[in-house]
């Protein structure tokens, strides 16, 4: 079934510049200078393998695939701004005024789909941070131990695709 996204932030916070985020995620997350990116977020209480996009399902939408995840920033990290993973803190997210229902790069194959956040303006990420499921599986709630990470067989396999629809 078609769902219209609903494209206003149900805690009532209207973004007009990256600095609306600041108060709102503070209590989740904190704030930290990152050199070439600025003042960026990281999320607190995560498991050290926690990834971006990775706890919730996709739902399709009129404006396209949706994630939907009850993780506490979810409204505002899968929705604005970019991801980058900094090898000494982990996935850290750079805050950004546009919106979207989700900012991730897909990967397909027959058997498989993948995706990952997008880098600073709008980069493609390595292959290693890749996260996919079987074909059959996309449309289930998605957990963090049943996707299949940093897998070269499937990346090899799979071709980076924009507009996906299943």
């Not at 704030?31 to 990116?37: E, F, G, L, M, Q």
């Not at 790069?105 to 990420?125: F, H, K, M």
Request: some cysteine.
């Amino acid at each position: 079934a078609r769902t219209q996204a609903e494209v206003d932030v149900s805690l009532g916070v209207q973004i007009n510049a990256t600095a609306d985020f600041y108060e709102p995620l503070t209590p989740v997350g904190t704030w930290i200078d990152v050199p070439n990116y600025g003042r960026c977020w990281h999320p607190r209480r995560v498991a050290a393998d926690w990834r971006p996009y990775a706890e919730g399902h996709w739902e399709w939408t009129d404006v396209g695939w949706y994630w939907i995840s009850d993780e506490p920033w979810a409204w505002a990290c899968y929705h604005y701004g970019a991801w980058f993973h900094d090898p000494r803190i982990g996935w850290v997210w750079i805050p950004g005024t546009v919106w979207a229902p989700s900012w991730v790069t897909w990967r397909t194959s027959p058997d498989y789909i993948g995706w990952a956040p997008c880098g600073p303006s709008g980069s493609v990420l390595a292959p290693q941070f890749f996260v996919f499921v079987n074909v059959h599986r996309f449309h289930d709630p998605i957990q963090r131990r049943e996707l299949i990470v940093d897998n070269p067989t499937i990346v090899n396999q799979t071709r980076v695709v924009n507009n996906i629809r299943i």
